[in-house]
């Protein structure tokens, strides 16, 4: 779908061929945006799977690819967690990822983070990972862990692509461009890494209130992160994570479709 997407957009957008490499002179932190049981793991709650999803297993296994890289690496990760208060609905969505729950928790190709020094892990109760990570004594989690590791790029990976990861992205490119974020410099979206849910109709319809979030229509939405100004979207194909490699057919920045090899210096 991605690629019929640039095909489309080759007709109307400048088109040149770049490099992107994620080195050791730029300071880089990953961004792992809800990968847990309750949206991911077969039956683990209602808006969790119903059967094997090719989607959501392709960003599980890239995030985890891309977790163990920057743990070898001891790089920056931040994990936020969806994690709800029980009565306490998110509207339009059915109950879902209560805290004290397994739907709240990491998946299991992911749960290892936990114990790694370089992993930061945030619970958040709300769509946006940016306001989820606001404290009452008014400082931020997500602006405390750019501003001490001095992170100058972030790699967002995770679900859902057009809801949390597009909002928590959105917040991110809006503070930056305040200067709320420094040193933070870019925000890059990587779409083999990103996945969403799939709620269709027939089982929308049954519940009081529930919004139907068909899956196959969902990457029409991933326009709307393309177009953020200065915000990379990046598609990995073919890569071989144990070489530090990475083969890129598609990054999307500043409005342009590039042809692209993405690499990790070692």
């Known amino acids: 779908m991605v690629l019929k997407t640039v095909d489309l957009l080759k007709n109307e957008i400048p088109f040149e061929e770049e490099s992107v490499v994620l080195s050791e002179d730029v300071k880089t932190g990953l961004v792992l945006v ?6 991911c793991t077969i039956g683990a709650g209602n808006l969790a ?16 690819r891309l977790a163990k890289v920057f743990c070898n ?50 619970r958040k109760d709300c769509f946006d990972g940016y306001l989820g990570s606001m404290e009452e004594d008014g400082s931020n ?11 100058k790029t972030i790699l967002v990976v995770g679900i859902c692509t057009d809801i949390c990861v597009l909002d928590f992205v959105c917040s991110t490119l809006s503070a ?7 040193p933070l410099e870019e925000v890059i979206v990587y779409s083999g890494g990103c996945a969403t849910f799939d709620f269709p109709v027939s089982i929308a319809r049954d519940i009081k209130d529930a919004i139907a979030h068909p899956q196959v229509y969902i990457w029409l939405k991933e326009e709307e992160l393309r177009s953020q100004e200065t915000c990379r979207f990046v598609g990995w194909r073919n890569h071989d994570c144990s070489s530090s490699s990475y083969s890129s057919p598609n ?3 500043s409005g342009f479709v ?6 990790v210096c070692s």
């Open 34 to 39: 809800d990968i847990i049981n309750g949206f």
């Open 49 to 64: 799977p119903t059967e094997p999803n090719s989607q959501i297993n392709e960003m599980i296994n890239e995030s985890a």
């Open 73 to 122: 690496k001891k790089w920056p990760i931040l994990a936020f967690l969806d994690s709800h208060h029980p009565g306490k609905l998110e509207h339009p969505y059915p109950p879902h990822c209560i805290i004290g729950t397994d739907e709240s928790n990491l998946v299991p190709a992911l749960k290892w983070l936990q114990k790694e020094p370089n992993v930061t892990i945030r």
């Open 141 to 151: 989690v997500f602006v405390d862990w750019v501003k001490n590791n001095q992170i």
């Open 176 to 182: 930056r461009n305040r200067g709320f974020l420094t």
């Open 251 to 253: 990054v999307f920045t």
């Open 258 to 263: 590039t042809q692209s090899r993405m690499d």
